[in-house]
C-alpha cells in the first residue's frame, strides 16, 4: 500500500443502526468478508439505542454470520475481537462522547449510517459537534428521499458537515459483478461500441422479476412501492452503465460524468409510459393498507433524447410474486435494412445481460440452417457464464468507500437526475390494476410494450 492509499483509507468503521435489520441480513457479513479477504483490521463500531451490550451484539453479529455466510473461525474470532459496541439515544451528546471513546484515536472513520434517513440530521450534526466529521466518510443507505424535493433536503442536511467527495450513497445493484460486467463488455472491446446506438439498437428490455412477495417488509414497501424500491435506483443505474458513452480521461470522476450526462438525457416518464400492478393478496400482507394503491408491479417507457440513443425505446419491467427470480438486460437489435432470404420473422439478434441470481453475457444472432434453403434459425453465443459472485455487493461497496472510492456510489447529481426521470409519476400515479401471483403483471404491459415487443422473459436458473 502506497502513502496516500494508506492516508485516505479509513482507519475505524462506526454503523449506526447496528441492532437493525440492515446490519444483521448485510453489513454484518460485508464486515466478516473484510476482514476474511481484506486483512481488516480496525475498531469497528457498532451503534444503537436498544439497551443492549456487547455481548448482545456480538450474539446478533454470530447469529447473522450462521445465516448469511460460511464464516472461518479465525476470521469469525477476529471480527468479534474488532467489534465494539455504544448503547444511547442519537439526541444525547453523551453518546457521541461515548463513541469517540470507543474510537479511540482515529482520524479517518467511515460512519454507515444504517438508519432512517429523518435521522440523518441528528446524526451528522452530532458527529460534528463531537469532534468526529472532519477527514471522515459517511455512507447512506438507499431510497435516498423519497422524491426529488426530499433527497435535495436530505443532501443539504449532509453537506452542512460532509463535502460530497466525502458521502457514498449506496445502489446495491452497483456492487454487483454482472452491472460492473456490462461495463467491461462495453469498454473492453472495440466491437460493440459501434453498434450501440440507434443505428444498430431497435429497443431494450430490462426485467427485474422476483418469485417472492413483500414478505415481512409490509410497512417500509406500502410507503415505497416497485418504481422507488428498485426502479428509481438500481434499474436507472444499470440503464447509466448500458447506455452511458464511454468515460474520458484519467479523472476517477469520469465514469459518474458520463452516467449523470445520460440521466439527465431521459425524458421524465408521463401518465402514457408506466403500467401499474399490484399482486392479488399484498393488501392482507402485515402493515399494509387494507385499501393500499401501491404498486408491486410496474413497467415503464423511458427514452433518452441524445443523439446516440433518440427513438430506441427502452422497456423496464419490475415486480414482486412473479414466475421467476432473474434480473436481465437485453438489447435488441434492427433486422437488416432489406430482407435478403425472405424470411421475416423476429429476433435478429441481441445482446443479453443476465444480472442475477446466475451471471451471463450472451450475443444472439441469426444462422443459416444446414440445406438447400437459404432459411436460418437464431442461435445465442454465451460469452460469459458464471454462479453468482462470492463477494457480496456490500463487501465491495465498503471496501470502495473505505479506501474513499466513489465511483460505485450514486452522487448528487446523478441520484437527483434519478428522481427527476420519476418525478411526474410519482406525483399523478395511475391506478393499479391486480395481477394473480405467478403471473407477469398485468396484461397492459404487452399493451405498453407493443409492436416493440413481446417481453422476453427471463429463463428461471438451473
Ligand atoms: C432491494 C429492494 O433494494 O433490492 C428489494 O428493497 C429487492 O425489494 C432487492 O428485493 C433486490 O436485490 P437483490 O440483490 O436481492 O436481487
Known sequence: MTDTQSNTLADAIVFFGATGDLAYKQIFPALLGLVRDEGVNLPIVGVAKAGWGLDQLKARAKDSLEHHVKADPASFDKLMGLLRYVDGDYNDPKTFAALKAALGGAKRPLHYLAIPPSLFGVVVAALAAAGLSKDARLVVEKPFGHDRQSAA????????????????????????????????????????EPLWNRQYVRSIQITMAETFGVQDRGAFYDATGALRDVVQNHMLQVVANLMMDPPTGEDHEASRDQKAALLKAARPLGPKDIVRGQYRGYRSVPGVKPDSGVETFVAIKLTIDSWRWAGVPIYIRAGKCLPVTA????????????????????????????????V???????????????????????LNEQAASDMPPYQRLLGDAMRGDGELFGREDIVDAQWRIVEPILANPPPVTIYEPGSWGP???????????PWRNPEPSV
Open 153 to 192: 433536503a436530505l443532501d443539504a442536511i449532509l453537506h452542512e458537515h460532509f463535502p460530497e467527495e466525502s458521502i457514498f450513497r449506496i445502489d446495491h445493484y452497483l456492487g454487483k459483478e454482472p452491472v460492473q460486467s456490462i461495463v467491461y463488455t462495453r469498454f473492453a472491446n472495440a466491437i460493440f
Open 327 to 358: 434480473a436481465e438486460v437485453l438489447v435488441d437489435f434492427h433486422a437488416p435494412p432489406r430482407e435478403v432470404f425472405g424470411e421475416d420473422d423476429r429476433p435478429y439478434g441481441h445482446m443479453r445481460f443476465r444480472i442475477s441470481p446466475d
Open 360 to 382: 451471463s453475457v450472451a450475443m444472439g444472432l441469426r444462422v443459416k440452417r444446414p440445406g438447400e434453403k437459404m432459411a436460418g434459425e437464431p442461435v445465442e453465443l454465451t
Open 443 to 453: 396484461e397492459d404491459s404487452d399493451a405498453l410494450i407493443g409492436a416493440d415487443g
